[in-house]
Structure formats: C-alpha cells, structure tokens
C-alpha cells in the first residue's frame, strides 16, 4: 500500500473547510438570487439587456423566473402606475421568504420624471426596497453592481432565523 | 408593516356569465410574455378561445396631461419613454409635428443624421422584436443572436447621444450634435455584417418545425380587419395593404432615397415574421445611401428661426440678443402660432401621430398621441377568439406592442 | 391676500403675461384649392349641414353639427374611400365655451389625403358612436369616456379603458390637476392597505428638489459660498466602488482589478 504524504496546510490540504452555518447560506443564497421577471416599463429593457450576450447575468447566478414562487428577488423595473400597485403587492407576498426587492431606474425610486396623478410615487410605499438603482433608464452595469451590493448585504445577514418583518417606509 | 392586506382576487369590468365547461384565465398584468403590462381576461372552452378581453392601462402615466403642463422643448424626454424600444422615432414624431405647426425647415445635415437615427431605431426595434418573440415561442440562441447585434446599434447610439435607451436625439429645429468621428465607419462596418446576422436568424428560424407550427396560419388578420382597426405598419402590410407612410407622404429625405415596401397578403404570423426580416434589410439599405449623402451636407445642425429655436451656442456666447432669445425661450418657452397639426410618421411598430392644439400659448392646449400599439392591442379582442391558448403568445409576439406607447 | 387661481382650468400657466403679444396663425387655405378635398366637400355639402371647412398644414377640416358624425363618417367611409380612422379624441373647452370638441382624424388611402372632421357636444351631452363603422372607435370611445367623461352611444362596452374602473374624476379635463386629487393621492394606499394605512404610510413626496450638500459646481451654499468647484468634503472619504468585501469572500475567489480584461474591441 503506498503511503500518501498528506500536506494538511499546503495545496489546499485536506477537501475540508471549516465555516459556520450562517456563512453557507448565506454564499448559497447571495450566489443563486433569482429574480422575478418584473419589467414594467423601460427598465424592464435594461433587465432583459442585462440578462443577454453581452451582460450576461447568469453569471452571477442571477436567472430570471416568471413565478414569485421561484423567485427571491424582485427587480421593480420601471414605472409602476397606481392601477398595478396591487398587483405588486400580491406578487411580493406571494414570494417564499427570504426576498429582497430591487427598485431600479427613477420611476420605482421616486415617481421619477412622471409626476402625474396615475404614477405611485416610488415604490417603497407599497412594498419594502433594499436597494435603489439610479437613472433613467440606469444602465445594465448599474444593474449588476446593484446585484453585487446585495450579495454584500445577504452575507452581512444572519441566515438561522427568519427574517425580522422589514417595515415599509 | 406587515400586516395581512386586504387584496383579494377580483374581476373588475367584466360581468361573467356562468355556462357550463366555460373556464375563465386571466394572463397578465405581469406575464412574461406579455410584453409589458397587458392583462388578457380568456374566456376559453377547453383549451380554444371564445372570448378575448383586453385590459390595458397598466402603464398609464398621463403624458398627453403632462404635455398640457409643459413648455414644447420640455416634453421631447417624454416622449422616450413612450415607445422605449426605438425612442428616436418618437422624438422624431413630435419634433416633425412641432416644425410643422411653425413652418420650419430643417438644414439638410440634420435631416442626414435624423434619418440614420430613424432607421438604426427601426433596426433596434426589428431586433428586439425578433429577439422576445423568438424568447416566446422558446428560440433561446435567436433571442442571444439578436440582442448582440442590439448591443453594438446601442454603442451606436451612444456614441451619438449618450444614452443606450432614452436617446431624446432629436431637437425641435434640427438635431443637436454633429456626428462622432467613428459613426460613420462602425455604423458601415455593422451593416456589412448585418447581412450575415440576418442570414443566421433566418436559418434557425425560416424552416425551423416549431417556428412554422406556431407561425403559419395563425393569427390570421383579414385586409377588412385590419383597416377596421386602424392597423398601421407591418400589421397592415402582412394583410395585403401596401401603405408606408414613408413612401406614400414622404417627409425627410425618404423621397431621395430607394427602398421597397415588402408587402404580404397572408396575414398571418409567419407573413409578419417575414416582413420584419425583410424591413431591415431595407433599413440597412437606407442606411447606405444616407451614409453617402452625409459628407455632402453644410454643417449646420439647427434651423435658423430666433423666434423659436435657439442661436448657436457661439451667437448666444458673443451677442447680447441671442442670449435675451435664448433665454426667453428656456424659461418661458417657444410660443407656436394658434393651429392644430395632426402629423403621421412611420415607426417601426406603425403610424405614430402627434396631433397638437395650440392656442398662441407656450404650453399645447391638447396633445393627443396616436400610438400604433393601441389598435394592434385592440385586435386582439377580435384576432384571439378561435385560437388555442399557445397561440395567444405567439399572436401577442407578432403584433409587436409596447405598452409604453398602448397606455401612454 | 391670496392669489385668485382660477377653478375652472387648473393647468400650468405661465408665470408671465405678455399683453402685447399677438399670436400669429397657422394659415387656413380655402378648400377649393386643392381638387380632391373639394369635391368631398361637396359631397358633404349636398346632404349635410357644413359649419365650417378649410385647409391646414395639407389636411381638410370640416367643422359640423354633432348629430351628423354617424352619418358623415358613413358616408365618407362608403362614399368618398376614406377606409381609416386614424384617430379620435376630445379636447376639452368647458372653461370657455362649456363645450367639448371631438375630432375624428380619417385617412383615404386611394386618395392619399387626410381629413378631419370636428364637432362640438355640451357637457352632459352624448354623441352617437361609429364603432359599427370602424373598429377602432371601440377603443377610442372608450379611452375618450376614460379621459373626459364623453358618454357615447350605442357603444358595446362603455366602460373605463385606462384608469382603474373604481377611479374617480376624470384626467384630461382641465378641472383635474395634473398630480391628481385627494382620491388619487391615496389611491394605492386604501386599496392595498386600507384607509387606516394612511397615517402609518404618509403623503406622497412630490417634491423633486433635492440638493447635493457637496455639490459646489451646481450648488451654491447661501451664507457659507465658496469658489465654484472647492473640494469640501473636509477629508470625509469618497465611496469608492467595491465589488467584494475587502476582507475576501467565503468560497469565492477575491476579485483583483489587475487580472481583469478590459475589452475596447466592441466587434471583436
């Protein structure tokens, strides 16, 4: 029988790592947020752009599902109008916790250039936002760097228990 | 907060009528094949439509009401985001319908660089069109193919205006750049491949088994139906109508230039699907010709008109007057003459009209926006009835609607 | 004392007036200039009572009496090959006149010729619908009772198009303000959450002022100016882009901006 000489530190030793549970789940889940297909407006172009050749969003783990069943992250792409509020509302509680909620572009943020009587003025007073994404229509780079500063939130979260009731406003 | 909210499930603006085996399916207000924010109310027998129901207004944000509280030159970056797709061609629409109204002529060159930003938007929305449909009816690789081709149209665009979606590139009185030194070359260099990208749509696609089951023969639309509807575009042309705008009531230069206008008699998915590939070849054709006639053109980008538009920025910078002018008409705004225009160009989804109502005012009295989608939306509750389910997703691909411009 | 704004028009108006200012025209043509307008001319003429006609910007308008526009539109549909209805609306003129004006915006493609055929209705008037004659006006109809309240007749579904069937008032006039009234403020609030929400959600923020307090190239610091462009951060640090947390990722290799390939060939 040969006998290996076993480096425990060199050449990554041995296939084991030690970690903590919260530190696991939460590489998992900032490496696999999938995004519910919420374009609304011009925005949701930006979204689909990001998602194809050139940007290719799949990279970051990022897969668009068209089921809030599916989905952890909802990415409000653009304007969202007064008669579609409540629809926003039943898909975000119909996503399974955890979730998280992108506002991208002017429109989501604040009501943007849209300052009518038919536009819900930022989306944060219907449901609750973890990131805003500037611009009209911000571009797919902003798009992905907003992913990333969310992965960066997720890993700062603790993964064991539920998660607290995030307010609205 | 999280307390449990009060939504239930509802139906508004319809009354049901219980029959036996009649099952109704809503699909919207957020589907993703939708295209934006269509709700359909389906009233289906097994799996065949009997009744279609069209919601729209999902995307209402009150522009012609805002248009009514701006001054002309404010209202050009809304009108980007009515047909986001090719925003170029609706900047393109009010501005023609502004000069009008005043009598305007723009310098030859602006109307160069109008015109390669017309068709580079058609080919962008020819692209996306083909690349979601194609996404649809489950053509990954052709929604991939297309977008690239999008992208390097995008860096185009850019390079001219600054902006990949909103381009608001198109000032009243002319355009308000010169082109970049690279345009012409990379604009050149992509329509020598274009030929090739279009070759490999149409090899995966034009005898493609699952393209043609879920293209021929569906969706058919009747000459009469269409013009009934108002359809305009390629939804008119697919059923036999040959009706460009550009041809029929030239504006810019499209009298210069050669082109054809592919015409089907079909009517159906696959007719559309044809005409599309076929237009931007057309495009590109346009594109040549007017990349010539550029270098040819006096560099003069405004129209000369103190009364409303603007000096150069070297008269503004050296004479008192131009700057009072321009000074006037930022904070005040332009005042057109008291009339009413109503002025159709061809978009690349179809007749896209401003009809402006000015009394004398810096601020339109009535702005209406004839938006091609709305009546190819409208269709549906007369094309869908008859069709199976699937087929809902393919005719809504083929109608090509944004609902930027249905809901306004 | 306050202001007297006017209730009846509560659009943005100008913040000046000019009393001097004539404001020219666009010109009017007479109709017998151009040879196929004025033979549909008169063929309107012949059967139907014409208010006014003339030519602008190339197209025709005829001016008529509102219980006509069924008839009319037959008859150009039928008759004079005007095959499209391109368009119709309302314009809303009840602070002056107490009236509205309807616009049917047709198109002859045979012809090549645009026409518009305009009439006036009260208030509380209605107006007989052409949805039999072109499919399009199912829509229109429908979108002009949205926006202005238009009733119209014999119209299959005359129900709300864009607005939300519940809304209140209606948008286009020039009654309704542009940011919308009390109900349209609230509108998403008590659908969604209830009247009682109210209070924990709070009024919408229409205010688009926001300044910068760093900003010293766009925004001047009244009482603490500086010279255009000083740096007055006072040594707080710029946030600079990170990708990753500086101390490295579990499991994920750290992101090192010298590795990284720039690609300047777009065609590539």
């Known amino acids: 029988m040969a006998q290996h000489q076993v480096n425990y530190l060199k050449d990554g030793g041995l296939p084991v790592a030690l970690t903590t549970i919260d530190k696991v789940v939460n590489w998992g889940r900032s490496n696999s947020l999938w995004a519910l297909t919420y374009g609304l407006a011009c925005c949701g172009i930006e979204m689909m752009a990001s998602g194809a050749s050139r940007y290719d969003f799949d990279r970051f783990g990022t897969i668009f599902r068209a089921s809030p069943r599916q989905a952890e992250l909802m990415v409000v792409a653009g304007t969202l109008t007064k008669k579609h509020a409540e629809f926003i509302r039943r898909l975000y509680d119909q996503m399974t916790e955890p979730k998280w909620v992108i506002s991208m572009g002017s429109c989501a943020n604040t009501g943007g250039m849209f300052n009518t009587y038919a536009t819900v003025q930022g989306v944060d007073r219907v449901i609750p936002v973890d990131l805003y994404l500037p611009g009209c229509a911000p571009r797919p780079e902003t798009l992905q760097y907003g992913v990333m500063m969310l992965q960066q939130k997720i890993r700062r979260e603790s993964a064991s228990r539920a998660q607290k009731p995030k307010r609205l406003m | 907060m999280q307390q449990s909210n009060r939504l239930r499930p509802f139906f508004e603006n319809i009354t049901f009528d219980r029959v036996d085996n009649e099952m109704i399916l809503n699909f919207g207000p957020q589907h993703p094949s939708a295209h934006g924010q269509?709700?359909?109310?389906?009233?289906?027998?097994?799996?065949?439509?009997?009744?279609?129901?069209?919601?729209?207004?999902?995307?209402?944000?009150?522009?012609?009401?805002?248009?009514?509280?701006?001054?002309?030159?404010?209202?050009?970056?809304?009108?980007?985001?009515?047909?986001?797709?090719?925003?170029?061609?609706?900047?393109?629409?009010?501005?023609?319908?502004?000069?009008?109204?005043?009598g305007l002529e723009v310098p030859r060159r602006a109307k160069v660089i109008r015109m390669m930003l017309l068709e580079t938007n058609r080919l962008m929305s020819h692209l996306f069109w083909l690349a979601t449909t194609a996404l649809d009816i489950g053509a990954m690789t052709v929604f991939l193919f297309a977008f690239r081709e999008r992208e390097y149209l995008m860096d185009l665009i850019e390079d001219y205006c600054g902006a990949r979606l909103t381009h608001s590139a198109v000032r009243i009185g002319g355009v308000p750049?010169?082109?970049?030194?690279?345009?012409?070359?990379?604009?050149?260099?992509?329509?020598?491949?274009?030929?090739?990208?279009?070759?490999?749509?149409?090899?995966?696609?034009?005898?493609?088994?699952?393209?043609?089951?879920?293209?021929?023969?569906?969706?058919?639309?009747?000459?009469?139906?269409?013009?009934?509807?108002?359809?305009?575009?390629?939804?008119?042309?697919?059923?036999?109508?040959?009706?460009?705008?550009?041809?029929?009531?030239?504006?810019?230069?499209?009298?210069?230039?050669?082109?054809?206008?592919?015409?089907?008699?079909?009517?159906?998915?696959?007719?559309?699907?044809?005409?599309?590939?076929?237009?931007?070849?057309?495009?590109?054709?346009?594109?040549?010709?007017?990349?010539?006639?550029?270098?040819?053109?006096?560099?003069?980008?405004?129209?000369?008109?103190?009364?409303?538009?603007?000096?150069?920025?070297?008269?503004?910078?050296?004479?008192?007057?131009?700057?009072?002018?321009?000074?006037?008409?930022?904070?005040?705004?332009?005042?057109?003459?008291?009339?009413?225009?109503?002025?159709?160009?061809?978009?690349?989804?179809?007749?896209?009209?401003?009809y402006i109502n000015s009394q004398g005012g810096a601020y339109p009295y009535r702005l209406k926006l004839r938006a091609p989608s709305f009546w190819h939306t409208g269709i549906l509750t007369d094309l869908l009835p008859g069709h199976y389910i699937p087929d809902v997703v393919s005719i809504i691909g083929t109608t090509n609607i944004v609902f930027g411009e249905v809901d306004r | 004392m306050r202001a007297y704004t006017p209730k009846d028009n509560v659009q943005k108006k100008p913040y000046y007036t000019d009393r001097y200012w004539v404001a020219p025209q666009v010109a009017k043509h007479d109709v017998s200039s151009d040879d196929v307008f004025v033979h549909d001319l008169?063929?309107?003429?012949?059967?139907?009572?014409?208010?006014?006609?003339?030519?602008?910007?190339?197209q025709m308008v005829v001016i008529i009496n509102a219980h006509d526009n069924f008839a009319i539109i037959e008859m150009l549909k039928n008759e004079r090959e005007y095959n499209q209805l391109s368009e119709m609306s309302a314009i809303d003129w009840l602070a002056t006149e107490g009236k509205f004006e309807i616009f049917y915006q047709m198109l002859s493609m045979s012809k090549r010729k645009r026409l518009r055929i305009k009439c006036k209705i009260d208030e509380k008037e209605s107006l007989q619908s052409v949805?039999?004659?072109?499919?399009?006006?199912?829509?229109?109809?429908?979108?002009?009772?949205?926006?202005?309240?238009?009733?119209?007749?014999?119209?299959?579904?005359?129900?709300?198009?864009?607005?939300?069937?519940?809304?209140?008032?209606?948008?286009?006039?020039?009654?309704?303000?542009?940011?919308?009234?009390?109900?349209?403020?609230?509108?998403?609030?008590?659908?969604?959450?209830?009247?009682?929400?109210?209070?924990?959600?709070?009024?919408?923020?229409?205010?688009?002022?926001?300044?910068?307090?760093?900003?010293?190239?766009?925004?001047?610091?009244?009482?603490?100016?500086?010279?255009?462009?000083?740096?007055?951060?006072?040594?707080?640090?710029?946030?600079?882009?990170?990708?990753?947390?500086?101390?490295?990722?579990?499991?994920?290799?750290?992101?090192?901006?010298?590795?990284?390939?720039?690609?300047?060939?777009?065609?590539?």
């Open chain 2, 177 to 354: 750049l010169d082109l970049p030194d690279n345009f012409i070359g990379d604009l050149r260099k992509f329509l020598d491949k274009l030929p090739e990208n279009i070759k490999d749509y149409e090899d995966l696609l034009d005898t493609n088994r699952i393209w043609l089951m879920r293209m021929e023969n569906v969706g058919v639309i009747s000459k009469e139906m269409a013009l009934s509807w108002g359809c305009s575009g390629v939804m008119l042309r697919a059923s036999g109508v040959e009706w460009d705008i550009r041809k029929e009531e030239p504006y810019e230069l499209y009298d210069e230039v050669e082109f054809n206008v592919p015409v089907s008699d079909k009517g159906d998915n696959y007719a559309r699907y044809k005409l599309y590939m076929a237009e931007m070849k057309e495009s590109a054709k346009i594109l040549y010709q007017v990349l010539d006639m550029y270098s040819e053109t006096e560099p003069a980008l405004m129209a000369h008109a103190p009364q409303y538009i603007s000096a150069p920025k070297l008269d503004i910078m050296t004479q008192n007057y131009s700057l009072m002018q321009h000074f006037v008409l930022v904070t005040q705004g332009m005042r057109p003459p008291v009339g009413e225009v109503y002025i159709p160009t061809e978009s690349p989804k179809g007749e896209l009209g401003y």
């Open chain 3, 131 to 268: 949805e039999k004659l072109f499919r399009s006006a199912d829509w229109s109809e429908r979108e002009m009772y949205d926006m202005f309240g238009v009733v119209v007749n014999n119209h299959p579904f005359m129900k709300r198009i864009l607005m939300p069937d519940d809304w209140e008032g209606f948008p286009l006039r020039k009654t309704y303000p542009l940011q919308g009234d009390e109900f349209a403020a609230w509108y998403e609030v008590d659908k969604i959450f209830g009247k009682e929400a109210r209070e924990i959600i709070g009024p919408e923020n229409r205010d688009p002022a926001r300044i910068d307090r760093y900003d010293t190239e766009r925004f001047s610091r009244l009482g603490h100016e500086v010279p255009r462009g000083t740096d007055i951060t006072n040594g707080e640090p710029d946030t600079p882009l990170v990708y990753q947390e500086p101390e490295g990722v579990f499991l994920i290799e750290k992101f090192d901006a010298e590795q990284s390939v720039v690609i300047s060939d777009r065609h590539r």
């Open chain 3, 42 to 58: 008169d063929a309107i003429k012949a059967k139907f009572e014409v208010l006014d006609a003339y030519i602008q910007v190339d």
């Open chain 2, 38 to 102: 269509l709700r359909l109310m389906l009233h289906m027998q097994q799996e065949q439509i009997t009744k279609a129901h069209p919601d729209i207004g999902y995307l209402h944000r009150g522009m012609e009401k805002m248009a009514e509280n701006m001054i002309y030159n404010e209202f050009m970056p809304t009108t980007d985001r009515m047909d986001y797709i090719a925003s170029s061609s609706n900047n393109y629409g009010f501005a023609l319908a502004v000069e009008r109204l005043i």
